[in-house]
């Protein structure tokens, strides 16, 4: 099992209609066939400047870069996610 996240920050004000717009159209990713128990998330501690979260796994290596070359998940990354966040941390697990 693989566990991809990614904590990030948008270039939109908090609440913004633009940051709604952003987060509604990114479950287009829960969408894609290897994506598992895909989570969005709101970032609570002060101890750093992030804002949301996205969490998915993967049974394997190959969902995962099934994923990766997904036409949605493409397009999302393009028309959105390039454009929209303006910081980004990805971590990927795998159990031990």
Same mark, same amino acid.
């Given at each position: ?7 990030f920050? +948008? &270039?939109h =004000?908090?609440? #913004?209609? $633009? $940051?709604? #717009?952003? +987060?509604?159209?990114? !479950?287009?990713? =829960? &969408?894609?066939?290897?994506?598992r128990? /895909?989570e969005? +998330?709101?970032?609570? #501690?002060?101890?750093?400047d %992030?804002t /949301?979260? /996205?969490?998915? $796994? %993967?049974?394997?290596? #190959?969902?995962?870069d099934a994923y990766? @070359?997904?036409p949605?998940h493409?397009? /999302?990354v393009r028309?959105?996610?390039l454009p =929209?966040? @303006?910081a %980004? +941390?990805e971590i990927d697990?795998?159990? !031990?």
């Open positions: 099992m693989i566990r991809h996240t990614v904590a920050r +948008l &270039k =004000e908090a609440g #913004s209609a $633009e $940051e709604a #717009s952003f +987060l509604k159209d990114a !479950l287009v990713l =829960e &969408k894609i066939p290897s994506v128990n /895909f969005q +998330l709101r970032q609570t #501690s002060p101890k750093n %992030f /949301f979260g /996205f969490s998915m $796994e %993967f049974d394997d290596q #190959s969902g995962y990766n @070359v997904h949605d493409v397009a /999302f028309d959105r996610w =929209e966040v @303006v %980004f +941390l697990y795998t159990n !031990l």
